[in-house]
């Protein structure tokens, strides 16, 4: 899984408590991104890092926090955790575009299965 | 808003049969289209990616046709065969990759013998 490992691997909670999902990558890239998956939705991006300390949501960030204090890890936050959001999360990195004829693929981990009761 | 839409949602295929997997994309802005390969309790990996500049890519048993003007792409599967059977998905970037990617609903593909 491209040096990418996700903490924890399965997690069940209840209702209203926090919840926190780490990543964490020995690859070095600047670019890392949490998606959640669904039966019927594929994958849905929560929020990504384009770099230390820099952040931005995706397009069902609600509920959710990130943070990013060093390049390999990238923490989830979910403040008050809801059964909507149970779900497999997926972390992803990626990192800068190389030169030439080429595209920016992302790697995937190996997910974390989040229930919430 | 459902900016790539995937059909269809699971695919049951004989084995050495042709699977077709379909993908219609809305923003024109897109550039780079790859597609995903899942098996139960993996992550997603690349399978097989494409830009709008060539119309066909192939990589083995796995093609990639992309018709720009209908703004469509379709994943063919060759010579299908049991280790094949898993979740597929399309997606679609700008930048080449570089901006975030938006992925389809996912086919699950099943090849029987």
């Known amino acids: 899984d491209a040096g990418i490992t996700q903490s924890p691997r399965h997690k069940v909670t209840e209702t209203g408590t926090p919840v926190t999902l780490r990543c964490h990558q020995t690859?070095?890239?600047?670019?890392m991104y949490w998606y959640r998956q669904d039966p019927g939705h594929g994958l849905r991006l929560i929020h990504y890092?384009?770099?230390?300390?820099?952040?931005d949501k995706g397009e069902v960030s609600d509920g959710y926090s990130v943070s990013r204090s060093k390049t390999e890890d990238f923490l989830l936050t979910l403040e008050s955790a809801t059964s909507s959001q149970t779900s497999v999360y997926f972390c992803?990195?990626?990192?800068?575009?190389?030169?030439?004829?080429?595209?920016?693929?992302?790697?995937f981990g190996p997910g974390t299965r989040l229930t919430v009761l | 808003q459902q900016q790539v839409k995937q059909s269809p949602q699971s695919l049951i295929v004989q084995k050495g049969g042709i699977s077709i997997i379909n993908c219609a994309y809305e923003?024109?802005?897109?550039?780079?289209f790859p597609w995903y390969q899942q098996f139960p309790g993996k992550g997603p990996a690349l399978l097989i990616a494409?830009?709008?500049?060539?119309s066909e890519k192939k990589e083995g048993r796995f093609t990639i046709s992309f018709n720009k003007s209908a703004k469509q792409f379709s994943l063919h599967i060759m010579d299908s065969q049991p280790g094949d059977s898993a979740t597929y998905f399309c997606?679609?970037?700008?930048?080449?990759?570089?901006?975030?990617?938006?992925f389809g609903t996912g086919t699950r593909l099943t090849i029987i013998p």
């Open positions: 494409i830009r709008p500049d060539v």
């Open positions: 890092s384009y770099g230390v300390k820099d952040t």
């Open positions: 690859e070095n890239h600047r670019y």
């Open positions: 923003n024109t802005a897109f550039d780079y």
């Open positions: 992803a990195i990626s990192d800068d575009l190389a030169g030439g004829y080429s595209y920016n693929e992302q790697f």
């Open positions: 997606a679609a970037s700008m930048n080449f990759g570089n901006e975030k990617l938006t």
